[in-house]
């Protein structure tokens, strides 16, 4: 269980998350609903451990993050707005690099199964600044999932994708929560990943407004969603 425990943070005096409280369970799709500006990017930083809270507390499998992040670093799996790729590297090269510092076993199997997951097949060899954008998101995603973490923390994954390549992002999501890993996706825009989910947290001006069972029907979570936003 990822446990996130009175979450507060302020940047020259300006709060930017009061009191979150969260629980990511394994096996669980989380969707962080949210417009921009609302502090999703900065909780999802925090809860990767890019980026210390002001004041609370993280647990992950009971250890507490915030003091020992070496001990638990291994177990998360991050795509941010950086996308920590290098781009003098090529595609392989990342793997390799990132595969090699969390000491994946069977490294070049591992790769080659990622990179066909993520339908990298063409550009393995491709150094990534030559890279659409849609294909360097791509390979951030299949860097965040090479090492098997137990928690996979998403910043807006669909960001360059086009619509094969979200859909087929949605079905490794799946894939991930039915072999138990806990995900936790942040986004302000209401598509189809809904239907993956099991819960929806709903965050405005740095607070947490709503979090429940995710409706299913994209006419309930756009009710949902502009009520609590109005409301806030």
Request: glycine share 8%; with cysteine; hydrophobic share 40%.
């Amino acid at each position: 269980m990822y446990e996130i425990r009175q979450i507060c943070k302020s940047i020259s005096q300006k709060k930017v998350l009061e009191q979150i409280n969260l629980t990511i369970a394994p096996g669980e799709l989380q969707i962080m609903l949210g417009p921009n500006g609302a502090g999703k990017s900065t909780l999802l930083k925090i809860l990767g451990l890019l980026q210390k809270p002001s004041q609370g507390q993280l647990f992950i499998n009971g250890i507490n993050a915030l003091k020992n992040p070496e001990k638990v670093k291994h177990l998360l799996g991050v795509v941010s707005h950086k996308t920590f790729i290098y781009e003098n590297l090529s595609v392989y090269e990342n793997l390799e690099f990132y595969g090699k510092m969390y000491g994946v076993n069977s490294l070049r199997k591992r790769i080659l199964e990622v990179i066909s997951l993520l339908g990298l097949e063409l550009y393995v060899h491709e150094r990534v600044a030559y890279l659409s954008r849609g294909f360097q998101q791509r390979l951030t995603i299949a860097r965040a999932i090479l090492h098997q973490p137990c928690y996979l923390l998403l910043d807006e994954p669909q960001t360059g994708l086009d619509q094969p390549a979200t859909h087929k992002l949605y079905q490794i999501l799946e894939q991930l929560k039915k072999q138990g890993t806990g995900i936790i996706v942040s986004t302000h825009i209401i598509d189809k990943i809904f239907q993956y989910s099991d819960r929806l947290v709903i965050l405005a001006r740095g607070s947490k407004v709503f979090e429940g069972v995710s409706p299913q029907e994209y006419s309930e979570i756009k009710e949902l969603y502009g009520s609590y936003i109005k409301g806030v």
